[in-house]
């Protein structure tokens, strides 16, 4: 039979194997508590990382709301990114409140550990009551006394040593249990800040919600101020069709009235001039000199009041004629008007300076006419100087070809620079400088209908400049 010394021995031996069971328990314990935490602050970075990411994305959108298409797109993107990070903090959670669970099963296997152990503590109590007991029967028992003597102070020395060992695993659990409390704490930390940022999340998506039904009645804002301002563009459009109708059935009614006018005043204008011219030829000897005067100034008038009426015709024919656009050599033309010019004046104290004149497009007989009648107004303002000179020329633009006539004549104020191409507008005496103010007129209208532009620069008894402009890469 085993005595009971050797039963105790067994006992500790036991609860020792125990004790380094528990001890290994709970490394393992400590090492999947490490893991956990190493898990966990994965998950914390994810959530840092998932949070930024939507701080990104939410400017993103701010920037976007203006492009309507593209913003609706890019969040209804989102909006399956943002399930996908919902699905991701669900999973989260629910690893987290699994981990609790492990933790709070590891808790109470500790909490069973320590219970036991205090059990085994008791009993140790009690054994070592028996083995005083013991001790006192040993001391009847003199031989038994020696060799049970020597065991009993290995055995005690073991307990004490045991009973340390015990001290140290004690206070090895109270650390443990300490940072198991401070661990909890932090996860509990930890659950109340992914419940904050779970409820920041969730505002955040009733804003994005609230967002894009704004967006959506702006969109249908949008598009119904679209389809009024379509329908007041074709309303005006059709408005503007009415009034071009109109005008062009005023033009056409006023060119008309113009041409007849001018055309019916010719026959009795005529008849005045010749009346006029025969009474001189019969009755001149017959008439004093203020009747021949009265009678020339009879005659005089009626031929400007002829070549004005021809003037007018012309200019009401600009207004019905229809272009007729080829390529035109500006410096044949030009120059071959020079020549005319020079001719019929027959004066030597006229010179032209005709520099390089750019080909273009138009109607040859049109251009002609502004030619003629800008070079003529040239020479006629100038015909008080001893010596005339006109420079000719161009220059090129990006869409249009500008050519210029310069005089060194009589020049004229810039304010009233306004009345030089309207009809029957004299910036100069008659008398000083003939002419119906219908040429400038003529000039402008034929300019217009290619497309162009006519201005002038000038100063008092300084000269002038008088510019007209033609389009480049006209199609013939």
Same mark, same amino acid.
């Given at each position: 039979?085993?005595?009971?010394?050797?039963?105790?021995?067994?006992?500790?031996?036991?609860?020792?194997?125990?004790?380094?069971?528990?001890?290994?328990?709970?490394?393992?314990?400590?090492?999947?508590?490490?893991?956990?935490?190493?898990?966990?602050?994965?998950?914390?970075?994810?959530?840092?990382?998932?949070?930024?990411?939507?701080?990104?994305?939410?400017?993103?959108?701010?920037?976007?709301?203006?492009?309507?298409?593209?913003?609706?797109?890019?969040?209804?993107?989102? /909006?399956? #990114? &943002?399930? !996908? @990070?919902? =699905? %991701? $903090?669900?999973?989260? +959670?629910?690893? *987290?409140?699994?981990?609790?669970?492990?933790?709070?099963?590891?808790?109470?296997?500790?909490?069973?550990?320590?219970?036991?152990?205090?059990?085994?503590?008791?009993?140790?109590?009690?054994?070592?009551?028996?083995?005083?007991?013991?001790?006192?029967?040993?001391?009847?028992? /003199?031989? #038994? &006394?020696? !060799? @049970?003597? =020597? %065991? $009993?102070?290995?055995? +005690?020395?073991? *307990?004490?040593?045991?009973?340390?060992?015990?001290?140290?695993?004690?206070?090895?659990?109270?650390?443990?249990?300490?940072?198991?409390?401070?661990?909890?704490?932090?996860?509990?930390?930890?659950?109340?800040?992914?419940?904050?940022?779970?409820?920041?999340?969730?505002?955040? /998506?009733? #804003? &994005?919600? !609230? @967002?894009?039904? %704004? $967006?959506?009645?702006? +969109?249908?804002? *949008?598009?119904?101020?679209?389809?009024?301002?379509?329908?007041?563009?074709?309303?005006?459009?059709?408005?503007?069709?009415?009034?071009?109708?109109?005008?062009?059935?005023?033009?056409?009614?006023?060119?008309?009235?113009?041409?007849?006018?001018?055309?019916?005043?010719?026959?009795?204008?005529?008849?005045?001039?010749?009346?006029?011219?025969?009474?001189?030829?019969?009755?001149? *000897?017959?008439?004093?000199?203020?009747?021949?005067?009265?009678?020339?100034?009879?005659?005089?008038?009626?031929?400007?009041?002829?070549?004005?009426?021809?003037?007018?015709?012309?200019?009401?024919?600009?207004?019905?004629?229809?272009?007729?656009?080829?390529?035109?050599?500006?410096?044949?033309?030009?120059?071959?008007?020079?020549?005319?010019?020079?001719?019929?004046?027959?004066?030597?104290?006229?010179?032209?300076?005709?520099?390089?004149?750019?080909?273009?497009?138009?109607?040859?007989?049109?251009?002609?006419?502004?030619?003629?009648?800008?070079?003529?107004?040239?020479?006629?303002?100038?015909?008080?100087?001893?010596?005339?000179?006109?420079?000719?020329?161009?220059?090129?633009?990006?869409?249009?070809?500008?050519?210029?006539?310069?005089?060194?004549?009589?020049?004229?104020?810039?304010?009233?620079?306004?009345?030089?191409?309207?009809?029957?507008?004299?910036?100069?005496?008659?008398?000083?400088?003939?002419?119906?103010?219908?040429?400038?007129?003529?000039?402008?209208?034929?300019?217009?209908?290619?497309?162009?532009?006519?201005?002038?620069?000038?100063?008092?008894?300084?000269?002038?400049?008088?510019?007209?402009?033609?389009?480049?890469?006209?199609?013939?």
């Amino acid at each position: 039979m085993k005595t009971e010394a050797t039963i105790t021995k067994e006992e500790l031996v036991f609860q020792s194997e125990e004790k380094e069971k528990r001890a290994a328990e709970l490394i393992i314990a400590n090492k999947e508590l490490v893991f956990q935490n190493k898990e966990k602050e994965k998950r914390a970075a994810e959530l840092i990382i998932a949070n930024e990411e939507l701080a990104f994305q939410n400017e993103e959108k701010e920037k976007r709301a203006a492009e309507l298409v593209i913003a609706n797109k890019e969040l209804a993107f989102q /909006n399956e #990114e &943002k399930g !996908k @990070r919902a =699905a %991701e $903090l669900t999973i989260a +959670n629910e690893e *987290l409140a699994f981990q609790n669970e492990e933790k709070g099963k590891r808790a109470a296997e500790l909490t069973v550990a320590n219970r036991q152990l205090a059990f085994q503590n008791e009993e140790k109590e009690k054994r070592a009551a028996e083995l005083t007991i013991a001790n006192r029967e040993l001391a009847f028992q /003199n031989e #038994e &006394k020696g !060799k @049970r003597a =020597a %065991e $009993l102070t290995i055995a +005690n020395e073991e *307990l004490a040593f045991q009973n340390e060992e015990k001290g140290k695993r004690a206070a090895e659990l109270t650390i443990a249990n300490r940072e198991l409390a401070f661990q909890n704490e932090e996860k509990g930390k930890r659950a109340a800040e992914l419940t904050i940022a779970n409820r920041e999340l969730a505002f955040q /998506n009733e #804003e &994005k919600e !609230k @967002r894009a039904k %704004e $967006l959506t009645t702006a +969109n249908r804002e *949008l598009e119904k101020a679209e389809a009024d301002i379509r329908q007041l563009n074709e309303e005006l459009e059709q408005k503007v069709i009415q009034r071009t109708v109109q005008l062009e059935s005023v033009n056409k009614e006023l060119e008309s009235f113009s041409y007849s006018v001018a055309h019916d005043l010719r026959t009795p204008l005529r008849a005045v001039h010749g009346y006029a011219r025969m009474l001189k030829e019969d009755y001149g *000897l017959q008439l004093d000199a203020e009747a021949k005067r009265l009678m020339n100034s009879i005659m005089i008038n009626a031929t400007k009041m002829g070549q004005l009426i021809d003037d007018l015709l012309t200019f009401s024919r600009l207004g019905r004629k229809e272009l007729v656009r080829t390529n035109i050599s500006m410096q044949d033309m030009v120059t071959g008007l020079c020549d005319e010019i020079k001719r019929e004046d027959d004066k030597s104290n006229i010179e032209f300076r005709i520099g390089k004149l750019h080909p273009a497009q138009g109607d040859v007989t049109a251009i002609k006419q502004v030619w003629l009648n800008l070079i003529s107004n040239a020479v006629k303002y100038s015909k008080f100087n001893k010596h005339i000179l006109i420079e000719i020329g161009s220059n090129v633009g990006s869409n249009e070809i500008d050519y210029y006539i310069k005089d060194n004549g009589v020049g004229f104020d810039m304010r009233y620079a306004n009345k030089l191409f309207g009809v029957f507008q004299r910036l100069h005496d008659d008398e000083q400088f003939e002419g119906t103010g219908v040429g400038l007129a003529i000039v402008h209208r034929i300019i217009s209908k290619h497309g162009g532009r006519v201005w002038a620069e000038a100063k008092i008894n300084e000269g002038a400049i008088f510019f007209f402009s033609l389009p480049k890469n006209t199609t013939v």
